[in-house]
Nanobody
Framework: QVQLVESGGGLVQAGGSLKLSCEAS????????MGWFRQAPGKERDFVAAINWIGGITYYANSVKGRFTISRDNAKNTVYLQMNSLKPEDTAVYYC?????????????????WGQGTQVTVSS
């Protein structure tokens, strides 16, 4: 069993920055890939970024490429999402997820565990 707890969300003006954190517990964090997804009201949960188990491979959605950076610190059992140049369309609940197979999915279905989400609101 894996427990994921996100933090770092909040209200920020357009052009600002936020850094989300997701702390994992319950199993060996360094053995699985991690992803970030987001879901706006009335919309599906969309892929944002993913990182492999050791941090050497990352993937990003085109909408966030060049603005967001995913990273991980296995010693702290934590994955991060640094979000810069935020836009109103980035407003959503952001979720982290863990995949235990060491693949790096860019869709939601393969992920095994999910956090409860953290709200990010970007005002114009």
């Amino acid at each position: 069993q894996v427990q994921l707890v996100e933090s770092g969300g909040g209200l920020v003006q357009a052009g600002g920055s936020l850094k989300l954190s997701c702390e994992a517990s319950g199993r060996t964090f360094s053995s699985y890939a991690m992803g970030w997804f987001r879901q706006a009201p009335g919309k599906e949960r969309d892929f944002v970024a993913a990182i492999n188990w050791i941090g050497g491979i990352t993937y990003y959605a085109n909408s966030v490429k060049g603005r967001f950076t995913i990273s991980r610190d296995n010693a702290k059992n934590t994955v991060y999402l640094q979000m810069n140049s935020l836009k109103p369309e980035d407003t959503a609940v952001y979720y982290c997820a863990a995949d235990l197979t060491r693949s790096i999915p860019v869709v939601a279905a393969p992920y095994d565990y999910w956090g409860q989400g953290t709200q990010v609101t970007v005002s114009s």
